[in-house]
């Protein structure tokens, strides 16, 4: 229907026809919530957004026709991104549908495509050269690749030649194309475990394996100190808290020296030291000719003599003269130790071949997760627990019951003080015997007379002091 402008055709008469037009060409309507449309039929397809029909059977649909160089023009094709896919046009140049699709144009041809029909195919051992028309292929019968000429050439567009393959070190490939293992076939010569001895925890499968000593992840809280402030009479230990002992009155006494007469105090008696008044630096020396002790210089201490390798200067400083050391190793391997003391450096220049080839596939490292240590490349690899070496004993505390006179250490036991009871206890010398009270042993300052110039040293293994002489 053509539609003409005649001054004869009045405007109103104009729009009607307009509207009569439109109405006849495009029936809209409402199949199941979704518009349809349709043109040339009042029945459009209701799972189609669009129908077209021609009435004469004698009508197509053109879509946007473009040259290649339109097509793939950067004005273009800079404009379509993810949200124009299935964009369709039609290159002149190549005769050919083309549509939009991710980021790039992919030309609709099937199997079945005129195009294809009536392409031409070419073979040959050599680069495609011959005179050719856009859309036909080209086989290269020597390297199996696929051409198609475009734009004026013919491009590579893939291959239909079958990949080969090459047997590379431990493995073969037969003519059936059946690829085998020829190298380490054991699937358990490689796996290694931890293994954990008393303290020591190594890695197995492995003749020379480390031993590494997990000792000083012990619990080392027995390092905890005691401490005593005199001043505020505390007694502290390290991580631990503080007891005041300000209720334990054992420290009011005090030692007296009046002339050659010793006391305490809180104590009724004395001792007499001897017959003369010391100076500063004397020590006790047993008088024979007098039968007492005396208050005589220090006699001149031990003299040192120097060995092989140590060196004693002015200052009394010992040093070590010859620190160096020779170091050997044993066994058997290539290995070399070089440097000196105490700077060693060895050195192993042996290379162990691996049967199956491959240098990563047997590196091992340690895991911990929490406190569970495992380790890697090892599927039934043993959990190694180290809950058992955490220091949790840090939180113990002091504490100090004035009632009850007992000492406690949380989770440590307990002590009881009551019978440290110093403040009623007297000294006492009888002869060469000194006693203290409300103690059953005593000290003898003398097991035998003293010859001249002796002084008193302490015997352990009898418990006593006993005269000896000064070296």
Same mark, same amino acid.
């Given at each position: ?42 029945? $459009? ?18 879509? $946007?026709?473009?040259? +290649? ?41 099937? #199997? ?40 004026? =050439?013919? #491009? ?9 393959? %090459? ?20 699937? +358990? ?27 000083? *992840? ?60 010391? +100076? ?13 002790? #005396? ?29 160096? %050391? ?22 192993? =220049? ?8 491959? $240098? ?28 058992? *070496? ?42 060469? =015997? ?31 002091? #006993? ?5």
């Amino acid at each position: 229907m053509l539609l003409a402008w005649s001054k004869k055709t009045s405007v109103s008469l104009f729009y009607n026809r307009i509207a009569g037009l439109l109405l006849s060409l495009i029936f809209s309507y409402n199949a199941f919530g979704q518009t349809v449309v349709g043109m040339g039929t009042d029945k $459009p397809n209701a799972n189609a957004v669009l129908e077209l029909y021609a009435k004469d059977h004698s009508q197509g649909f053109l879509v $946007p026709r473009l040259t +290649t160089a339109q097509r793939t023009a950067a004005a273009f094709t800079s404009r379509l991104g993810q949200a124009d896919h299935g964009l369709l046009v039609f290159d002149t140049d190549q005769g050919a549908f083309y549509f939009w699709f991710e980021g790039k144009w992919e030309q609709s041809i099937g #199997e079945d495509s005129n195009i294809l029909k009536k392409a031409n195919w070419y073979t040959g051992n050599t680069a495609p050269n011959m005179p050719a028309e856009n859309g036909d292929f080209y086989i290269n019968n020597t390297t199996g690749d696929l051409y198609r000429h475009q734009n004026g =050439t013919f #491009e590579i567009i893939g291959t239909i030649k079958e990949k080969s393959y %090459q047997a590379g070190a431990g493995i073969n490939v037969s003519t059936d194309g059946t690829i085998t293992n020829t190298g380490d076939l054991n699937s +358990t010569n490689e796996i290694q475990d931890l293994q954990l001895n008393n303290n020591t925890i190594k890695i197995t499968n492995n003749p020379a394996a480390s031993a590494i000593d997990l000792t000083p *992840y012990l619990d080392n809280t027995d390092q905890q100190t005691l401490s005593f402030d005199p001043a505020t009479q505390k007694l502290s230990l390290s991580n631990g808290g503080s007891v005041n002992l300000n209720s334990i009155n054992t420290d009011s006494q005090d030692l007296n020296l009046n002339g050659n007469t010793l006391s305490l105090t809180n104590d009724i008696t004395s001792v007499n030291l001897s017959a003369t008044s010391p +100076t500063d630096g004397q020590v006790l020396k047993w008088n024979a000719a007098q039968n007492h002790w #005396e208050a005589q210089s220090d006699a001149i201490g031990t003299t040192y003599t120097a060995g092989t390798g140590i060196s004693i200067n002015g200052s009394n400083q010992i040093i070590n003269t010859a620190p160096n %050391q020779a170091v050997s190793l044993t066994g058997t391997g290539a290995a070399t130790v070089s440097g000196t003391y105490p700077n060693f450096t060895i050195n192993a =220049t042996d290379n162990v071949d691996d049967a199956d080839n491959d $240098p990563a596939n047997e590196i091992q490292d340690l895991q911990l997760t929490g406190n569970t240590l495992k380790v890697t490349n090892n599927l039934g690899a043993t959990d190694i627990n180290l809950a058992g *070496y955490l220091d949790n004993t840090d939180g113990q505390t002091l504490s100090f019951n004035t009632t009850t006179q007992e000492l406690s250490l949380s989770n440590g036991g307990m002590v009881n003080l009551g019978s440290i009871n110093t403040d009623a206890q007297n000294l006492s010398l009888s002869g060469n =015997t000194l006693s203290l009270t409300n103690d059953a042993t005593n000290v003898s300052l003398s097991a035998t007379t003293p010859a001249n110039g002796e002084v008193l040293k302490w015997n352990a293994a009898q418990n006593r002091w #006993e005269a000896h002489s000064d070296n």
